[in-house]
C-alpha cells in the first residue's frame, strides 16, 4: 500500500544535495514521518474526545501541526498548493520557525517518559538537511500519502522502514552499529522466552531492533486490555548514546505500534555499576553492545574489572542490571572467549560465577555484514547473589594484592556450545535468515548434542585462564603439520621426478 510512497521518498532524498548517505537518507525519513504520526495521533485523539463529549488540548499549537505547515488541504482532500510553502519559504519555516519550537518541548516536560520530552529531545539532536525546497515540499507530499491510523498499516510501514535500517546498516559501519540481524535477533528471544509482566531492556538500543521485536512477540499471545497497557507503558526499556540511533530507534518503536517508547538518550556506562538497586533491575536482558569503543578513564574507574574494551564495560553492566533469576542473551565479539589480558579473565570469572553461563552460540563470518569480526551470543541467568566480603575487588586487584586467583563456587555447571553453519557464505546479498537459526532453537530446548553441538562440563574449565573457547569436539581432525625438512625432501623428489620425465620426453623427439 505504501511501498511506492517510500520508493518516491527514496529518489526525492537522493537528488537532495544536503543528504549524501543512507544515514541521512533515514535520519530526514525519521523526523518527517514522526511529525506525520504525531499529527495523525492528535487528530484521532481529537475525534474520540469530541465523540465522547470532551474537551482536547493540542500537544502542539496550530501553527506548526502538519496538516497547516506540511499540508494544507483543499475542500477535496488534496494539497492545496496555492496554500502550501514550497521553496526557500518552506526550508526557511522548517529552519527557522518549526525546529527552534519543537525544541523548547524537552524543557517544558513534566518528564522524560512524555511524548512531549520525546519531541524536545528529537529535534533538539537532529537538524533539516534539506538545502533545497524544492526537494522538501516533494518530501513533505510523499509522507502526507503515509497513514497511521489502523494497525495493518503501523504494521506496513513498520516492514519499511525496517527495511531502510537495513540498508543503512548495509551502506557501511556506522550505520551497521544500528542493525543486529532480525533473524538473530527473533532467535534470541525464542530462547529466552520473556512474559507479559516481565521488564525488557537493552541498555545499547540503536535502532532498537531487540525492543520491537519483543514487542511483536509479546503481542502475540492473546492479552487483555491491562497487560496491553502493560506491553505499552511498563515492559520495554533501552538506553542510547547517539543521536541519530536514538532518533531511529524511537521512531521504530513508534511504528511498531509503542506511542510514548521508554528510551533514554543517555551514554549508559557513566552509570556507576555500584550504585544499582534492585529497583533499578530488568528481568530480560537482550542487547548488541558496540563492539572496540572507548570511554574516558573516569567511566572506566567506575566499573570493578577495568578495561577499555566499551563491550566488556557492557557485559558488567548488564550483569548488574539483571535480577536474580534474570535472563540475558548478550551479542559479543568471539575473542572475549579466550582473549588471554587479566581483564577478559576476570570478566569471565564472573560471568561464571555469579550466572549460569547455559548457552554460546558461535556465529560465522558474515553474520554482521561489514563488521570484519567474529561474534558469539552468550546466554545466561543471574544467580542469586553471593556472599563476598571483598565485593569491591576485582579479580585482577585480588591477584595483584595477594598473589592468589579467586576460586568462588561456580554458578555455571555445564555450558552447550552451537556452531552455526548455515552451509553458505554470508553477505549483502545473502544473509542470514530464520531457517538458519531454526535447528539452534530446536536443539537449545534440550541441549542437544549433535556434529554442530555440544556439552562442556565447567569442572573441567582451566581455573587460571577460563578459556571458554569455541573448540568443537566433533569436528573431524586435521593432518598435523609435518616437519619442515620433510616438506623440502618431497619438494626436492618431485623436482627430480619431474626432471626425469622431461628428459624422457626430450630423447623422444
Not at 134 to 161: C, G, P, T, V, W
Not at 285 to 304: D, V, W
Not at 374 to 387: D, I, P, S
Request: glycine share 8%; proline share 4%.
Amino acid at each position: 500500500m505504501f511501498e511506492q510512497a517510500f520508493k518516491n521518498l527514496d529518489d526525492t532524498l537522493r537528488r537532495e544535495a544536503g543528504c549524501t548517505t543512507e544515514l541521512d537518507y533515514t535520519e530526514q525519513s525519521s523526523w518527517l514521518l514522526f511529525l506525520k504520526y504525531l499529527d495523525d495521533l492528535e487528530q484521532e485523539r481529537s475525534q474520540i474526545a469530541e465523540l465522547m463529549g470532551k474537551p482536547y488540548t493540542f500537544i502542539i499549537d496550530e501553527a506548526y501541526r502538519w496538516s497547516v505547515w506540511a499540508a494544507p488541504k483543499d475542500e477535496n482532500g488534496k494539497i492545496d498548493h496555492n496554500v502550501a510553502l514550497t521553496g526557500d519559504d518552506i526550508r526557511d519555516f522548517v529552519n527557522d520557525q518549526l525546529f527552534p519550537y519543537l525544541r523548547k518541548f524537552k524543557q517544558n516536560a513534566e518528564s522524560a517518559e512524555t511524548i512531549e520530552y520525546k519531541i524536545g529531545e528529537i529535534f533538539g539532536e537532529i537538524k533539516n538537511k534539506f538545502q533545497s525546497g524544492y526537494n522538501l515540499r516533494d518530501a513533505l507530499d510523499e509522507i502526507d500519502e503515509l497513514r497511521f491510523q489502523s494497525q495493518d498499516e503501523k504494521h506496513e510501514l513498520s516492514h519499511l522502514y525496517e527495511a531502510k535500517i537495513k540498508s543503512m546498516g548495509n551502506a557501511g559501519r556506522n550505520g551497521g552499529e544500528y542493525y543486529t540481524p532480525r533473524p538473530l535477533i527473533r532467535a534470541m528471544i525464542q530462547v529466552i522466552k520473556p512474559q507479559i509482566g516481565q521488564r525488557i531492556y537493552d541498555g545499547a538500543c540503536g535502532s532498537a531492533g531487540f525492543l520491537c521485536k519483543s514487542y511483536e512477540y509479546l503481542r502475540q499471545q492473546k492479552l487483555t486490555t491491562k497487560q496491553l497497557e502493560a506491553l505499552q507503558k511498563e515492559t520495554l526499556y533501552g538506553k542510547e548514546k547517539k543521536s541519530l540511533a536514538y532518533v531511529i530507534g524511537i521512531m521504530n518503536m513508534i511504528l511498531h505500534g509503542i506511542d510514548a517508547p521508554n528510551i533514554i538518550h543517555t551514554n549508559t556506562l557513566t552509570e556507576n555499576v555500584n550504585d544499582i538497586q534492585p529497583k533499578d533491575r530488568f528481568d530480560v536482558i537482550l542487547a548488541n553492545p558496540p563492539f572496540g569503543g572507548s570511554e574516558r578513564k573516569e567511566i572506566k574507574e567506575k566499573f570493578p574489572i577495568r578495561t577499555g574494551e566499551t563491550a566488556f564495560l557492557f557485559l558488567q553492566h548488564f550483569i548488574k542490571m539483571l535480577k536474580p533469576g534474570g535472563r540475558a542473551a548478550i551479542v559479543i565479539k568471539n575473542t572475549f572467549l579466550s582473549n588471554a589480558d587479566n581483564a577478559s579473565k576476570g570478566l569471565r570469572e564472573e560471568l561464571l560465577t555469579s550466572c549460569n553461563l547455559h548457552t554460546i552460540l558461535d556465529c560465522p563470518g558474515g553474520t554482521f555484514i561489514g563488521a570484519g569480526v567474529k561474534t558469539v551470543v552468550l546466554f545466561f541467568e543471574k544467580r542469586g547473589l553471593r556472599l563476598r566480603s571483598d565485593h569491591t575487588l576485582s579479580r585482577v586487584e585480588k591477584q595483584q594484592g595477594n598473589g592468589q586467583l579467586s576460586m568462588f563456587p561456580m554458578a555455571t555447571e555445564r555450558i552447550w556450545y552451537y556452531q552455526l553453519d548455515p552451509g553458505r557464505s554470508l553477505g549483502k546479498t545473502n544473509p542470514l535468515n530464520d531457517d538458519d537459526l531454526g535447528e539452534f532453537v530446536g536443539f537449545q530446548e534440550t541441549f542437544k548434542e549433535s556434529d554442530k553441538s555440544w556439552l562442556v562440563e565447567v569442572k573441567d574449565i582451566d581455573r587460571e585462564t577460563f578459556d571458554l573457547s569455541v573448540k568443537n569436539p566433533n569436528a573431524p581432525e586435521e593432518d598435523p603439520l609435518r616437519e619442515p625438512g620433510e616438506i623440502l625432501a618431497e619438494i626436492s623428489a618431485l623436482d627430480a621426478e619431474s626432471a626425469e620425465i622431461l628428459e624422457n620426453i626430450s630423447g623422444i623427439f
